[in-house]
């Protein structure tokens, strides 16, 4: 697990999942004030995973073809399929929690909290772990992931003032 922790941190594909774990929190705080089923809220996830990965996806071969000024290779697209699913896997993650509650394990309440709380500290994690990557003492570095974290933190407080 560490070394698969430690190659995973060592990716590129970091910044796809906090890519798309800003987009997963940003709507489950959205729908937390007035919630649908957690069926509901699975699907909406899920959904949005695949629309945003294939919307990085195509993005990314449009931007490859017209700057480059050829079809991509295959080296190229599978790279870019490889982002597009990190980035899936940001946006969709959450929808582990409201599986749950569909399965009768957690109530909706506490799939809503875990899934922003867990999508805060994740963003969070990896802004750590950037840091003290690039060298950082492991103070600056909490610095820093408290700075990232505020983030997400700024969509939770927005959602609760607007509600």
């Known amino acids: 697990m560490h070394t ?5 941190l060592g990716s590129r594909q970091v910044a796809r999942v906090v890519y798309g774990s800003i ?19 699975t699907a909406w996830l899920l959904l949005t995973a695949v629309a945003v990965a294939l919307a990085e996806l ?9 700057s480059e000024r050829h079809r991509v290779t295959r080296q190229q697209l599978a ?11 940001g946006v969709g993650f959450p929808a582990v929690w ?4 569909v399965l009768g394990l957690i ?9 922003k709380w867990g999508g805060l500290g ?7 772990w950037a840091a003290r990557f690039s060298g950082a003492s492991v103070s600056r570095a909490l610095v820093q992931a408290a700075l990232v974290a505020a ?3 700024v969509v939770i407080a927005v959602k609760a003032l607007l509600h």
């Open 4 to 8: 698969a922790l430690e190659a995973h």
């Open 23 to 41: 987009i997963g929190l940003t709507l489950v705080v959205t729908l937390d004030e007035h919630p649908p089923s957690a069926g509901v809220m």
């Open 58 to 66: 195509y993005s990314e071969v449009v931007g490859a073809e017209t």
């Open 79 to 89: 790279h870019m399929l490889e982002s597009a699913g990190a980035v899936g896997l």
């Open 98 to 101: 409201f599986l749950l509650v």
């Open 107 to 115: 109530e909706i309440d506490t799939a809503f909290a875990i899934a």
């Open 122 to 128: 994740l963003i969070g994690f990896y802004g750590f």
């Open 151 to 153: 983030i997400g933190a």
